[in-house]
C-alpha cells in the first residue's frame, strides 16, 4: 500500500483527481460520505473524465423513497455525473428480491469488465463501504444491517440518527479488491485509530479496511491528522505540503 500523506482535505481532493486523471479509468467505482465530497467538485471542475466513463455505486441504503436527496444515486447524479454527463450503474434497493439485486449488481460490474479505478473512504470502525467490521474477506455484493456507530457517523446527514436507514446494499470485500486501482481517502483526526489499523493493525475481519493490504495497487490519501496514530513512517513520503 502506498500512503501518501498530503497537508488537508482540499490537497487530498486534488491528488485523489491527479491520481484518476493520470489511470484514466473507464469505470469509475464511487464512495460517498463528506470524504469524497471535494475530490468530485475538482473532477467537475477538471471536466477529464472521458465522457463514456461508467460510474459504479459502492453501496447505497436501503428504504429512502426513489428521489430521496441522500440515496446515493441521487448524490452521485448531483455531485459528479450528471454535470459531466456520466452514466451511473446502481445496485436495486428498490427490488422485492434484495438478494437477486445484489447478485445482478456483481453481473452489472462484471460485464463492464470489472471496476478501473474505486474511491474510497474509511469508517472509524474501519469499515469499507458499508462492510462493518466482522464482514468475510469473501464477501460480495450483499444486504447489510448499519451498525450503531454508522448510523450516528450518518445522522448530520439526515434530521437525526431515527432516520438514516438500517440496511444497506454494499459491495463486498471481495467484491472491492476486484477493482484494478483503489485509491482510498482519509482525512481528519476521528480516521486516525482506523487508518493505523488499516496500514500497521492485524489484517483481519474484524478491520475491514485491512483487506487492502495485500491488494496489488492501492493508493492511501491521507491528510497529516488522519495519520497522527501510525506508528511506522516507511512507506510515506509527502505529497502537496
Ligand atoms: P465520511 O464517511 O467520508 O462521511 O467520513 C466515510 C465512510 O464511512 O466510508
Redesign the pocket.
Known sequence: MQVIEVADPAAAADLAADLIDEYSPRVLGV?T????SPLYRVLVDRHRLAADTTVCLLDEYIGLPVGHGQRYRQIIARQLATPLGLTVVAPDVDALDLSAACGSYETALADLGGVDLQIL???RNG??GFNEPGTSFDSVTHVVELTSTTRA?NARFFDGAASVPRHAITQGIATIRRAKRIVLIAVGDAKASAVAAMIEGSISPANPASALRDHADVVLVADREALTQRTTHRHTHSGAA
Open positions: 464512495a460520505g463528506a470524504t469524497p473512504g474509511i469508517g469499515h469499507i457517523d
